[in-house]
């Protein structure tokens, strides 16, 4: 059984990030101990390394493309940074997840100067095997639906998103 749309659609992750689509391929994403569902918040704190993802649902010969971007950079309410890139992992096998991948663009935790801050963890099946990807040339203004399209990849299969805000800095004494 896969996700419902609804969540994305009340985010608006459809409309800023990706169109409307169908989720098709389960995708279980946990930072530590915590699991990633539509909204929840996290501290960036949580979230300085990669997190953990497993993809199922489909045969293990598919592969996968994820993307993670922040649609809200620098700052909801003018984001003239959108998308801001945080990660891009293509080849992924089916039934396994990003580490068996081929990483495009290292990843890095989220860190919102200002507001809530969604994050956007984005799922594309493959037609097949990508061969040679370029590295976006810079992190801002990376747009998802232009890189889908340009590795002709389609609709997404699963999406999921989380928020964060500024954490307050700690105080010494």
């Known amino acids: 059984m896969t996700a419902s749309v609804d969540p994305l659609v009340v985010g608006r992750v459809i409309g800023d990030v990706v169109d409307m689509f169908v989720p098709s391929v389960n995708m279980s994403v946990s930072y ?14 949580m ?7 497993t993809i199922s649902g489909h045969n293990s010969k ?23 890139v ?14 068996q991948g081929k ?8 860190r919102p100067p200002v507001g809530i ?7 594309f099946q493959q037609k097949g095997p990508l061969g040679l990807v370029d590295q976006p040339t810079s992190r801002a203004n990376f747009s998802t639906r232009a890189f889908a399209e340009h590795l002709d990849l389609g609709l ?5 998103y989380f928020n964060a805000q500024k954490e307050p800095a700690s105080r010494r004494r």
């Open 32 to 45: 530590g101990s915590k699991h990633v569902a539509n909204g929840c918040q996290l501290k960036p704190s």
């Open 47 to 53: 979230t300085i390394d990669p997190p953990k993802i």
């Open 62 to 84: 598919d592969l996968y493309t994820l993307v993670m971007t922040d649609p809200d950079a620098p700052s909801p309410s003018e984001p003239s940074m959108r998308e801001w």
């Open 86 to 99: 945080h990660w891009i992992v293509v080849d992924i096998p089916g039934g396994t997840n990003p580490n």
């Open 103 to 110: 990483e495009i663009l290292h990843y890095v935790g989220p």
């Open 117 to 123: 801050h969604r994050y956007v963890l984005v799922l």
């Open 156 to 160: 997404p299969v699963a999406t999921v």
